[in-house]
């Protein structure tokens, strides 16, 4: 059965570049870009409601 592989002391351990750490998760503007997308879903979804939702079903009262 064969050894583990174990590294020389000599090898340098691959590490990432402070400034990289630091930056954000989000890029720039992605926030607005998702608060427009989801202005934009509601208005949507409110325009196919008014336009295709249930019907008011009652007659309005006539005057006598």
Do not use: N
């Amino acid at each position: 059965m064969s050894r583990h592989w174990k590294p020389d002391e000599k090898i340098a351990r691959m590490r990432r570049p402070r400034a990289a750490a630091k930056q954000s998760s989000w890029p720039e503007g992605a926030t607005a870009g998702l608060l427009v997308v989801a202005a934009a879903c509601l208005a949507i979804a409110t325009l196919v409601y008014e336009v295709a939702g249930p019907r008011d079903v009652f007659e309005e009262e006539t005057s006598r």
